[in-house]
């Protein structure tokens, strides 16, 4: 069964903390991504990657980073988290589009991680 | 511009009849896919079903199907015999093949099925 994994479905921090947020897929994905969701707004993309050490950002990066060290494992930091930061947060992945593929695959996601700051 | 647009935040239904949630799409691409997702209040998001820009017969998986027309760049989703089980959050999304890594999710139409 494929699986994308967050390691949190729950978590609570305190402003100005330092918060890792960590998915890993067991399915060799090329394409990783975090999103946020907030009622009303959908999913809103913070940044994704498409190879080891390769980053790009999405919509919305501003006080976000984060990490690719191996290919099963993306992680989301918050280096200085604020309450404008609590939402829920999803990691998803997918194959790449190699040229002449098709269909294009669809994305797998987590469980989600609902953030709070407080 | 938006590239994905879903126009209606809520929509009920009567359990055993069928709905329509609508979704329109933007892009230049002639190559792109379109999806569907659920994601009921645990927030795990569901893969539904895919058409992709070249198929020339409406998607259908079960209970699921995708009216697709192209000229007009919708592609709603249908579902028939709604059950109960069926409330939830559904996203409508699109990959383009030539921007390829990034999918476009809509903003989502809340579901709810009326006993």
């Known amino acids: 069964d494929v699986k994308v994994t967050q390691s949190s479905r729950y978590l609570v921090k305190r402003t100005g903390e330092k918060v890792f947020l960590e998915c890993v897929q067991d399915?060799?994905?090329?394409?990783m991504f975090w999103y946020r969701q907030d009622p009303g707004l959908g999913l809103r993309l913070i940044y994704f990657?498409?190879?080891?050490?390769?980053?790009e950002k999405g919509d919305i990066p501003e006080g976000y980073s984060v990490s690719r060290e191996k290919k099963e494992r993306f992680s989301l930091i918050l280096e200085s988290a604020s309450t404008n930061q609590t939402s829920m947060y999803l990691c998803?992945?997918?194959?790449?589009?190699?040229?002449?593929?098709?269909?294009?695959?669809?994305?797998?996601f987590g469980p989600g991680t609902r953030l709070t700051v407080l | 511009a938006q590239k994905i647009t879903q126009t209606q935040p809520g929509m009920f239904v009567q359990e055993k009849e069928a709905v329509t949630l609508d979704c329109t799409y933007d892009?230049?691409?002639?190559?792109?896919?379109l999806f569907w997702y659920k994601q009921p209040s645990s927030g795990e998001m569901i893969f539904l079903i895919y058409?992709?820009?070249?198929?020339?017969q409406n998607a259908t998986e079960g209970r699921y199907s995708l009216n697709f027309q192209k000229a007009r760049k919708s592609a709603n989703l249908v579902i028939s015999a709604s059950q109960l089980g069926d409330s939830a959050m559904y996203f409508c999304?699109?990959?383009?093949?030539?921007?390829?890594?990034?999918?476009?999710f809509g903003t989502g139409t809340s579901l709810t099925v009326i006993p």
């Open positions: 998803a992945s997918s194959t790449a589009t190699g040229t002449g593929q098709f269909p294009l695959n669809e994305q797998f």
């Open positions: 399915m060799d994905h090329e394409n």
């Open positions: 990657s498409y190879d080891v050490k390769m980053k």
């Open positions: 892009t230049s691409d002639p190559s792109y896919g």
């Open positions: 058409q992709g820009s070249y198929d020339q």
């Open positions: 999304a699109m990959r383009e093949r030539y921007t390829g890594n990034q999918f476009y």
